[in-house]
């Protein structure tokens, strides 16, 4: 089983900056495998990335992934106010259908 | 666009079984394009996946909850049921329905459901 690692777990960040979160798999993975979403207090979570590096329906462009085999990033280039909030990786195995959630990095205004 | 809202009993004694159904619309559970599935988030925790069906096809369950989970769907309701049995306090949580036409991922989402296991 595949398992993910994301860091870092707190970034604390002003509106306007760069935001980087790392996301770690214990083995290399398929890049269509990769999944990002964003989590905010009380709400389901919503899909941001899949496959590693496109975006769903309706992510704005500030948003990107990134990444292939064992490190994979989010990038969000300009922090809004509505993207303070709790980002999960999760990947994909098959043979039989798996799916595994990183721990989740809180993006929180400095 | 697809909606998903789950509802079911928001406490459950231990060891007993907890049943939760996922009303669905906008789209068609019979839909052999759509993956259904139950994700689960502990209160501040993170999610862990329980399990997805797919109508016509197979229905994959997280091992770790493998010999307790049961999905299944109703077509003449639209509803996708969750049944988890010999629940414990380890069980309560936010209980999420989500849906997508592929099996990776999901992009529609329930709001979900607390469950709490508690005598």
């Known amino acids: 089983e595949t398992v993910l690692t994301q860091s870092p777990g707190t970034l604390s960040l002003s509106p306007g900056e760069r935001a980087t979160l790392s996301c770690w798999a214990s083995?290399?993975?398929?890049?269509?495998?990769l999944a990002w979403y964003q989590q905010k207090p009380g709400q389901a979570p919503r899909l941001l990335i899949y496959?590693?590096?496109n975006r769903a329906a309706g992510i704005p462009d500030r948003i990107s992934g990134s990444g292939s085999g064992t490190d994979f990033t989010l990038t969000i280039s300009r922090l809004e106010p509505e993207d303070f909030a709790v980002y999960y990786c999760?990947?994909?195995?098959?043979?039989?259908?798996?799916?595994?959630f990183g721990p989740g990095t809180k993006v929180e205004i400095k | 666009q697809l909606q998903l809202q789950e509802s079911g009993p928001g406490l459950v004694k231990p060891s007993e079984t907890l049943s939760l159904t996922c009303s669905v619309s906008?789209?068609?559970?019979?839909?052999?394009?759509?993956?259904w599935g139950w994700i689960r988030q502990p209160p501040g925790k993170g999610l862990e996946w329980i399990g997805s069906?797919?109508?016509?096809?197979?229905?994959y369950y997280n091992p770790s909850l493998k010999s307790r989970v049961t999905i299944s769907a109703d077509t003449s309701k639209m509803q996708l049921s969750l049944r988890l049995t010999s629940v414990t306090a380890a069980d309560t949580a936010v209980y999420y329905c989500?849906?997508?036409?592929?099996?990776?991922?999901?992009?529609?989402w329930g709001q979900g459901t607390l469950v709490t296991v508690s005598s």
């Open positions: 496959a590693a590096s």
């Open positions: 999760q990947q994909y195995g098959s043979s039989p259908l798996l799916l595994t």
């Open positions: 989500a849906s997508d036409i592929s099996s990776r991922w999901f992009f529609y």
């Open positions: 906008g789209g068609s559970i019979s839909s052999s394009r759509h993956y």
């Open positions: 083995q290399s993975i398929s890049s269509s495998s």
């Open positions: 069906f797919q109508y016509g096809g197979s229905t």
